[in-house]
Each structure stands twice: as structure tokens, then as C-alpha cells.
């Protein structure tokens, strides 16, 4: 259903509800009342709430506790929540502490009343290398003497952890003894019935996300964000009309620049659906390039076209408006702003479409969205090139993403031998990493890595003390097998592994032609709060190590640099033309008759 729809059904409901019967009027009446009191409730307590919240973050990633690690907090807090605003505004935080003591029982005012440690008996406390158990990372309770667990870098160094809560000093225990971290009763879900669109749900859920993210995400020394702040801009938007709250929390996540963000939600609550224009989308010159369509589009529009305006309304307008929200960094959101012009609409809708020629001829046609399920092949006027492309002359073009079986990489390692030059094509995810990790051994017998990378082992709360864990990263030390003149090509959709193997390119001196790239690389974390997208809560991603560029400085909301800035322009995409690859294979030419 489009906007102007959607207004209009609102404005007939209307119409109709002010025709009922008075009896109907007054239920409708006391439902709003209800509703604008328990806003006011939810109001009246968000500060506590806040506070609250960000005390239960800090005990559930650092308090040593088998009874912590059981525990649901997203449904914890959920409770709890739900439950403050009922108390009177002098009693709200005590109510809340009791309740997390009954999970954490050794939260005290005196330190003097917490449990001692027997320096012979097993102790318990956090490794904390992630937020989670997931792919490469882990958390876990360590159990040793406590003489043992405190000489590890991997470990807090003090017996607990100085805190405040309701402006009065407390403590709480960073170790544990066995016995002792079996105290209290583990949180699990209650069976009720929850909606996103309830504040204490909402609340719970972004406020899970946002204390992960504030306790584990390792780029805080690198972009510019006051996180601390969001969490109070995303509590406030559950308070708020219950539609505003997607768009809220996806203008907070952009603030992290981090392109591996993905914030999911259930159809029902989310502004992004599954039906697309039958056309894709690129920025090139600045403009909305038509690069790719299907069959049901007009014949009259052709790829290289320049996409004007959708229902009358500018281009520049519609991305302006998108811009902030997209979870991508800033030199990266206005590329992926376009791009999703195209897709992410809910319903199948008709949408008048304006188009301008390279000659100047402005174009109008009208086409539905199709469900992505069901939506024609898309194409473009150029034919997929083969994985290993001959130039001429001994000049060889290897598309390296490609490879994703042992027979592609036996055929590149082979040809390439009697090549006389190699042009890299970069310009895709790689699809199979350890293959091309070995490909990429032969061009050198030296070490070549990325740059920095980084893991985060959390010591304390607040990353306070976090221990670094650096990684080198490269290709295997195998036997030099191509020393000729080589050129890599990016473009501006290289992220993660493409921008991985690009870095080791530039490690072994190998000039790049193309574009700026997106900007960050690392292992993602994946997390779900009350079950997940799928089940009515919440799927999230974001980046848990941390990747840094060949010299050192960032590369998070920067991307990698080519040697040879080289974008792809509206006439080559007319006429067809692999600008990108046509500088390299010039570059690879002109080293060979030097």
C-alpha cells in the first residue's frame, strides 16, 4: 500500500469510527485514555529505567554466575519493566534491585557482606571474548583456584566491581566460588503475550542490543559516536507512536558506521518488505544509473538511463530522506540509499516511473513491484566474462572472487604461470576464502597480511580494561610462482573478505584500480533478543573484531583507497564498457614494455 494510500484509509476510518454509536465512541475514548496514561507511566520512568537497565547490562556480562548465564535477560527486563512503572515513582528502583537479586543475590552495599573467596577451593569468573558463544568467538565461566584464574591477561584482576545504583555505592562479586555461583534463581521466559509495539518489549529489546553493543563492540576509539546518549533516543522511541521506533533505532545504528549492521524486525512491525521494482540501481556521476532490469520493464527504458523521479518525487528527495537509516557508514549510505530505491517496498503497487535518456529524452512509464520470490532475472547489456580471460599478448584477467572449487583454483595456478601480466578482478565476495587465500600465496615468498586485526577480551564492564588478542593475518608462505606485472581492480561494494584479500594485495605492492571500497572487515556477531525476527523479536548483526588498514589508520568508514581512482561513468555503462578493467589491462601493458 503506498503513503498517499495509507493516509487515505486512515482518513475514512476515521470518517466511520465518527459515525458509530456514542457507546462505541466511549470505549474508543477510554482505550486512548489508557493508552496516553501508561505512556505517561513509561514517561515518568524512563530515567530509572535507563538506569536500570544499564546496571542489569553490566551483571549480566560480568557478574560469575551459572544462574546469570541461565538466565533470559531480554525477558527478564521485559518484566521488570513492565512492572516499575506501576510502582510509586520513591519505590521504583528498589523494586527493580530486588528483582535482579533474586538472579544475582551477592549485589551489596556493604562490601564487607560478600562472599569470601577460598584461595584452595574452585572459583568462577567471566572470559569474556564476545558477547556469545558464536563462530570464532567465545565466552565462558572459568573455573580454577582463584590464584590461577587472576594470573591469566585473560581475567579481572579485582575480587568485584565498585558500581552505582540509585546514586548509592554498591558491589558485586567478578569472582565467585563454585558453590556460591550456583546462588539464585535463573530468569526464563514467561508465556505471555508480547508485542514489539508494547514499550516494555521494545525497551527490552533495544536496550539488550544497545548494552551488547556498548560492552563488545571494538571501534569506540575509532568513530565518532556518544553511545551512551543513543540509549536514552532508543528508549524514548518506544514511548513514542509505535511506528517510529524502526526508524529511530536505525538512524542510532548508523551512527556506528559499521557496514555489517542488520537490524531485522518481523513484517509486521517493519517498514521493509519483500516486493521490488523490476529494475536495479547504481550511483554513478551521482545519479540513479539503471544498470540492470528485467523483461517486465518497458521496452522504451534502457540500461544507462537515469532515473529521474518515482510517483513525481525527485530522486534527491526520496534518498535525502533515507540517508541516516540505511546502517551503513556516511561516504558509503548515499550508494546504498540508491540501490535500495529499487527494493524493499510491502505490497505489489503500481508506480509511475521517470527516466532521463543520455540524449536528454526524459521518459515515463508506470510498473508494478513483484514479490522477490517470483521476480523476473535480471540482466544488463554485458555478457559474464569467463573466470580466467585471455588479453592478448600473455596478459591474463583472473576474476579471484570466482573461485570457489578446487578445479577453478587448479586452472588459474596453472595458467598463470606462463602469463606475462595478471589483472586481479576483485570486485566481488569471495566465494571460496581458502582457496583464494592460497592462490594469493604464489605472488609472493615474503609475509604479506592485511593490517591490524583485533579481538577484545572484556576484563570489565564499560570497557574499562579490555585485553587485546592481535591476529596476523595473510596468505600461506608458499613458493613464488608469478612475478610478473599485476594490477587488482575494487569496486565500491568490496567489504569484508573482498576488502580482506585487497589489503593483502597492497601488502605485496600490488597497485589498485577502481573504487573507494565500504570500509570494514572482521567477524560479525549474531545475535536475537526475545527469539529472534522470525519468532516476533528482533535479529541483529554488527562487527565483534576489529580490522584496521595496512598502515595502520582506519578503515572503518574509510575504505580501502585505490592507487588509481577509476569509477565507472553513465557512458561506459551505455556503451558497455569495463572502464576499470581498461585501465588495468593499460597499467599491466605499459609495465610490460618498460
Known sequence: MKLRQKISVIYVGILL????????????????????????????????????????HRVRYFYPSEVVSDTQWDYFLEHVISDMVKQPA??????????????APYIEVDKGKLPVLDKQGAARTWYNGAARWFYVYERTLLSDKPEELKSSMLTAKSDFYSDIYDSQAVYWPLYLSEQDSLAGKAFKEQKRNLSLHQPAMCMAALSSIWGEIYHFWPYFEQVDVNWQDSHSVLLQACIDEPGNFETTARRELSKLQDNHLYFGLPEEYSAYGQYSLPIRLQQIENKAILTHKTDYLSQQIDIGDELLAIDDVPVAELVNEMLGTRLRSKHFERSIAIAQLAYTYQSPDLYKLTFKKPSGEIITTTTATIHNKVIDRFYNNQTQPPLIKELGDGVVALRLYDIKEQAHYDAAKERLKTAQAIVLDMRGYPKNFALIRSLLGYFTDAKATIGPFKQFVQRLPNQADPHTLSFDLGVPLNEKLYDVPTVAISQTYNQSSGEHFLMIAQNMDIPIVGEVTAGINGDIMFGTVFSGQANGGVTYIYTASRSDQVDGSKLIGVGIQPDYLVPATQASIVESRDVQMEKATQLVRQALAR
Open 17 to 56: 469510527t465518527m459515525t458509530n454509536t456514542s457507546h462505541a465512541s466511549d470505549n474508543a475514548g477510554s482505550a486512548v485514555q489508557t493508552e496516553f496514561t501508561d505512556k505517561a507511566k513509561y514517561q515518568a520512568a524512563l530515567p530509572d529505567i535507563i538506569e536500570f537497565s544499564e546496571f542489569v
Open 90 to 103: 520513591t519505590a521504583r528502583m528498589q523494586y527493580a534491585m530486588l528483582e535482579l537479586k533474586k538472579v
